[in-house]
Every structure is written in C-alpha cells, then in structure tokens.
C-alpha cells in the first residue's frame, strides 16, 4: 500500500522558516516525480513545486520561487520542502504527492498544516 | 487566478448525471490529452478519479467518466450518490497553476 506521510508543519511567524518532510513508502521512491500541493484555508488546490526522479530537475510556482526549495533523499524515500522567509499568504495545509508524469497525482498524503502569523 | 476555468458549483438530484466542465486554451488542454480530475471531501485529501482525459484508475466507480472536446475537458458523473457531494478539480499539466479553480457539487 503507498504511504506519503507529511510532518513539520506548525505556526510561525512571518519571516520565519520551515522544514516539510514527506515519507514515501509502498512504492519504488526513486522512479517517481514528487510534487507540493497546497490549500489554503477554504480556498482550492494550488501547485507549488515539482522534483525529477534523480532531483536533477525542479520547478516551482511563481510565488514562492526563491523561497521555497524542494528536495529528496530516494536513499531514505524522503521528500523535503524547504521554506523561508514564510509569508500570512503561505499558510496552507500542504500535501505531499505521487506525481506519475504529466500530473497524473495518483497518491495523496494527508496533509501537514502550515500557518504564518503575527 | 487559474487558468483552467470550473463552474463554481453545480448540483444535481440522486440518479440523475452532472458535467463539470474545466476550459483552458489551445495551449494546455486543447494540445494535449493529459487532464485529470480529483474529488476532495471536507477536510479530506483529494483522490484522483480521471487521468489523461477518459481513464479512471482502479477503484474508482465506472458512473465517473471524462471526456474532452477542443479546449474544455469534462467530467460526468452518472446516477448521482449522495456520496458524490465534494469538490471537483480539473488539472492540466501545460496550464500556468496546473489546477482549475475547483467545482462545488451538491446533490440534492
């Protein structure tokens, strides 16, 4: 059974940083693209970042470019989300993804709540 | 602002079908034959139920189906269960935000 199990979520302040952790496990980590989605609260899905298989590769949406870096360890099925300079508009709950190539999310995990405020 | 366009809600009786259209541009989802969509109940993670346009993978009941025609997608859903009540999201991975803004269905 595929698990993607979030952590490191919390409350910070603005300007502050966090580090999200995904653990992968069910399926081969190393052979699969890994995305972030967020959700604000009462608001729809919005994309955040993509990381390539080997980590070679990443993208990121527009608004947290610079701030935000995605990263992975396929030694330990890990997938990372690096965070600073935290803004209110980041607060989010944030869900790590199975990303099967071309946004084919086939697995969700369950989410790691992100809050930004004074 | 997304670039893929949803209605924000629809609603429909038990047993009867909706469609939930999801329009981008000639660029994203008129291109390419990779839109998928994904149900999220409250305070749920979302599931995919629809990748690349038609297929559903396993699991998921046959009453979703998807469709295409130019640049709008849609999703059908057929004999309507009180279950179905959540929000729909297209996605497209050309599109600038990849995601529609999402559809709130409610069944009646």
């Known amino acids: 059974e595929v698990q993607l199990v979030e952590s490191g979520g919390g409350l910070v302040q603005p300007g502050e940083s966090l580090r999200l952790s995904c653990a992968a496990s069910?399926?081969?980590?190393?052979?699969?693209?890994m995305t972030w989605v967020r959700q604000a609260p009462g608001k729809g899905l919005e994309w955040v970042a993509d990381?390539?298989?080997?980590?070679?590769?990443?993208s990121y949406v527009e608004s947290v470019k610079g701030r935000f870096t995605v990263s992975r360890d396929n030694a330990k099925n890990s997938l990372y989300l690096q965070m600073d300079s935290l803004r209110a508009e980041d607060t989010a709950v944030y869900y790590c993804v199975r990303n099967l190539g071309w946004y084919n999310l086939q697995n969700w995990g369950q989410g790691t709540l992100v809050a930004v405020s004074s | 602002q997304s670039a893929l366009t949803q209605p924000a809600s629809v609603s429909g009786s038990p047993g009867q079908s909706i469609t939930i259209s999801c329009t981008g541009t000639s660029s994203d989802v008129g291109s390419y034959n990779f839109v998928s969509w994904y149900q999220q109940h409250p305070d749920k993670a979302p599931k995919l139920i629809i990748y690349?346009?038609?297929k559903r993978p396993s699991g998921v009941s046959n009453r979703f189906s998807g469709s295409k025609s130019g640049n709008t997608a849609s999703l059908t859903i057929s004999g309507l269960q009180a279950e179905d009540e959540a929000d729909y999201y297209c996605c497209s991975f050309a599109a600038r935000g990849k995601f529609g803004g999402g559809t709130k269905l409610t069944v009646l």
């Open positions: 690349e346009v038609t």
């Open positions: 990381i390539k298989e080997d980590g070679s590769a990443t």
């Open positions: 069910g399926f081969i980590f190393r052979n699969n693209w």
